[in-house]
């Protein structure tokens, strides 16, 4: 079974623990406690694989060091970065967010391939008192090579779900990429010992 891990990061208040509960019970609460972090399971089947995912909601910690994110940076295979349409400060804690798993030393330090991450303007519900324009989220998602989309974690479950669906087939993309590029067990090596002697014996 793939383990498929995922964390769900924004500023306060946009809406991160809803999503997350409305992908996991398609219900949306209303008031969620934030004074605690969380990792939810669930088991999926998705392109025929037995999938168990984890998703790490955090709680808002003020005083945390906002965007040092090592811990999170080194556990998860993929991101979804929340902002409230209706909060323009929000959306320059997500582009924060974005640019710090998009530095080189992040991406290049640990990982075979650049982590997938998905940008949500979320509370789409209330784009009458809109501050963050669609086009400018899509902008910073294209400039980063991020997916994006903006839903309502109130008022749309399906597109909730799409999205969660979405970031998860961009993980297990990764997760082949990965394989590929990896000389992985015997196989590899007797390829690579087959590659050295076959062609000196060709040259003799
Ligand atoms: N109108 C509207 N309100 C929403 C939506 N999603 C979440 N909210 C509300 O926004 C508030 C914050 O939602 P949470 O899910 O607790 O946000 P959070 O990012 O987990 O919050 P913290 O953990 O405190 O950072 C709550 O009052 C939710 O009811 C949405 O799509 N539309």
Not at 36 to 61: A, M, R, T
Not at 82 to 91: A, H, K, L, M, T
Request: aromatic share 10%.
């Amino acid at each position: 079974m793939n383990d498929v891990k995922l964390a769900v990061l924004g500023g306060e208040g946009t809406g991160k623990s809803a999503l997350t509960v409305r992908f996991l019970t398609k219900r949306f609460i209303g008031e969620y406690a934030s004074n605690f972090e969380s990792i939810y399971s669930k088991h999926l089947y998705l392109e025929g694989k037995q999938l168990n995912l984890e998703i790490y909601d955090p709680c808002s910690q003020p005083k945390k060091a906002k965007f040092s994110l090592t811990s999170e940076l080194h556990w998860a295979d993929g991101f979804v970065i929340v902002y409230d349409i209706s909060d323009r400060s929000s959306f320059a804690f997500a582009k924060a967010l974005v640019y710090r798993i998009r530095e080189p030393q992040t991406s290049h330090c640990k990982r075979a391939v650049e982590s997938a991450v998905l940008l949500v303007g979320n509370k789409q519900d209330l784009c009458h008192v809109r501050e963050v324009g669609w086009e400018e989220g899509q902008k910073l998602a294209l400039d980063n090579r991020c997916q994006f989309c903006e839903l309502s974690a109130a008022e749309q479950s399906l597109e909730v779900e799409m999205m969660f669906i979405r970031i998860i087939k961009d993980i297990l993309t990764n997760f082949k990429l990965k394989e590929k590029r990896r000389p992985s067990g015997s196989k590899s090596m007797a390829k690579l010992i087959n590659n050295v002697f076959g062609k000196r014996r060709k040259s003799v």
